[in-house]
């Protein structure tokens, strides 16, 4: 498995967790339009990923995630950057 | 549709069919009792912690400016806006922090806007707490800095985030307040200094809801944790304990007053009227030889706390002058916000969106002013609304 693959697994996995029972989710699903995420979960999202690779996400680039493939492509920045 | 058509067309507002946002409130003669949409109330949900918007000494001030200095400045502090109020009162908050510098904003919003964004740039980082104020967002929205959130109270996560800047941490600009306004709750002030003290970074701390009410002066939270000394900016408003309306940005350490020009909120605003001046520095003064009133205010917010906390009502984490009581259903916690009006009381709805929770908020403000009877008063509607009113456990 490569580390995209890895951060998408993960990803997938902690959305599953917030998600309510029974919502398709995929990688392109939009994380509060399709998920019904609210600010609140996807801020709680964001916290567990910061824990997990020890890394802190800028509130600038938030507004532009939508999707778990954007959050992986931030995450693959930030955790490339260490 | 054009662009304002579709926006207006967009937007909800909370609550947006009920009558919440059109509410009528009136002051009856003193600050702590009026009128909502008609119905008698007991006001606790004004944020006017010294109760001091009726203060003889605060209200003639103001008037006898208005009659000699007029309605307003007309004129930012840059051009025409400097009056000789406006001049006392930075003089007498410096002397108030034994400060080197004061700058006066025309609202709170604006202080923290004003001084973040011309605190920092492009090049800077700001680390805020997770539940910082509007004001506060939006002024490291508008500084362009590279902005990190740290968990509520968090000192430990503070220092995580700040290790994960390496060389860059010195560069930092750290942003709490000194009490929350949501849940009340103070943020652990000395841990904080440490963390931020270690890494070489530097410490604003917004004491709105803090001034006039912590501390043995009543400076606010740093103050009260003994570290006034460690913290680089202060923030504060004259919208709470003072009675009136503005801000302000005060340092012990650097001349904030060099930043006049950077900071656009002081630049291209009109500086607030000579009669509001007038008013804060009459009510400062009522501070500072008035430790009392803090005393009964604490009182109020003891009682009151214990009380609803007894009532079986989930509250914030302390005693504090503000108690934010959790609803975790908007329509419950509409229901509940009327009953308190037909009861008496009047409180604030505070909606999901603006809350730091799962939750609504019924946000009690306690103040100096409020009489024993009118505690009563506060504790005995929630009573009922506990018993027998929306929010009974059955319910």
Known sequence: MTKREDYAARLKELVNQLAEEGTHVDVDSDLVDDVGLSSIEIMELVEQLEDAYDISFPLNDLAEIRTINDMVNELERLVGKQ | MNLIERRVAAEKLPWQDSDVLGTLVTVDGGPTSGTVNGQAVVLAGTNNYLGLTFHPDCVRASAEAAARYGTGTTGSRLASGTYPDHAGLERELADFYGARAVMLFTTGYQANVGI?????????????????????????????????RFKHNDATDLDKRLRRLGDKASDALVIVEGIYSMLGDTAPLAEICEVVGRYGAALLVDEAHSFGVLGKHGRGLAEAAGVEDQVDVVVGTFSKSLGCVGGYAVSRKHDLSQLRAAARA??????????VMASARAALKVIREHPELRERLMNNAEVTYRALQQLGYELGPEVSPVVGVQVRNDQLALDAWHFLIDHGVYVNLVPFEASPGPFCLLRVSLSAAHTPEQIDAIVEAFRQLRESGPLRPAA
Do not use: E, F
């Open chain 2, 116 to 148: 973040i964004s011309a605190l920092a740039d492009r090049d800077s980082v700001l680390l805020l707490d997770a539940q910082s104020h509007a004001s506060i967002y939006d002024g490291a929205t508008l500084s362009g800095a590279t902005t990190y």
């Open chain 2, 266 to 275: 002081y630049a291209y605003s009109a500086s607030s009227s000579p009669s």
